[in-house]
C-alpha cells in the first residue's frame, strides 16, 4: 500500500533525476481494461487505506506523509501512475485542466496563506483527498470557502477512460460504499480549514 519516497513536500530544493522529466504527458489508461468508475473505486480504495496518517514533512510512510508524497504514492499504488516527488515539480506534470473540467485522479493546487504551495488528487463529486499539517490525511471539498479562495490550478496526469462507459451495478454499489466509508471516516475531522488554527511558518512550510 505505502509507496516508500523521498524528498519534500512543496519542495524548493534541486530538481531530483525524477523531476527532470516531469514535463512528460498524462498517462493513458485508455487501453486498459478499467473503466472511468473503476479507476476511480481503485483511487478512492486507496485513499482510504491513508486515511488518518500524519503529516510529517518530508515523510512518505503510514508514520507521517507530505502533501506531494501522498499524492504521488496514491496515484502510484492505486493506478500505476508516476509524478514527479514535490509540489513544484507535480506543477509542471501532465497537461493543465480548467477547474471546471476536473476528473478523478486530477492534481488540484492551491496557495496556503503563507504562499506556499499545497497539492491534493481530486475525487470526483467536488472532492479531493490531500494530506495537512494539522489533520493528516483527510478528504475536503473544493467548494468550501477556504478552499474555493486558495485554489490555484490543476493538472491531468492520466487520460482515464470516458466517463460515459457504463458499468455494472455491483460496481456502482461498491463504488458509492467506498465513498461512504470514506467520508464516514473523517467526519469527525475538520475538513474544511486545517490552517484555521494559527501555524509557525516552518509548520505550512509543507501543507
Request: one cysteine or more; a negative charge.
Amino acid at each position: 500500500m505505502f509507496t516508500l519516497l523521498t524528498a519534500g513536500c512543496a519542495g524548493s530544493g534541486a530538481v531530483t533525476q525524477t523531476e527532470s522529466a516531469d514535463r512528460t504527458g498524462a498517462r493513458d489508461l485508455n487501453e486498459s481494461r478499467l473503466t472511468y468508475e473503476d479507476a476511480r473505486a481503485r483511487l478512492v480504495q486507496e485513499v482510504r487505506e491513508w486515511m488518518g496518517t500524519p503529516y510529517r514533512y518530508g515523510g512518505s510512510s503510514e508514520n507521517g506523509v507530505d502533501c506531494s508524497a501522498f499524492v504521488q504514492a496514491v496515484l502510484a499504488d492505486a493506478l500505476a501512475i508516476q509524478v514527479p516527488r514535490t509540489t513544484r515539480a507535480q506543477m509542471r506534470a501532465g497537461s493543465e485542466v480548467d477547474r471546471d473540467e476536473l476528473r478523478a485522479a486530477d492534481l488540484v493546487f492551491f496557495r496556503t496563506p503563507s504562499r506556499a504551495d499545497h497539492v491534493g488528487v481530486y475525487l470526483g463529486h467536488g472532492e479531493f483527498a490531500h494530506a495537512s499539517t494539522s489533520s493528516g490525511v483527510m478528504i475536503s471539498a473544493l467548494d468550501e470557502e477556504y478552499w474555493d479562495g486558495g485554489y490555484r490550478s490543476a493538472r491531468r496526469v492520466a487520460q482515464l477512460p470516458d466517463q460515459g462507459t457504463q458499468t455494472g451495478g455491483t460496481q456502482m454499489n461498491d463504488l458509492s460504499q467506498n465513498m461512504a466509508a470514506a467520508a464516514d471516516s473523517v467526519a469527525s475531522a475538520d475538513l474544511a480549514r486545517p490552517f484555521e488554527t494559527p501555524k509557525s511558518a516552518a509548520s505550512r512550510r509543507g501543507w
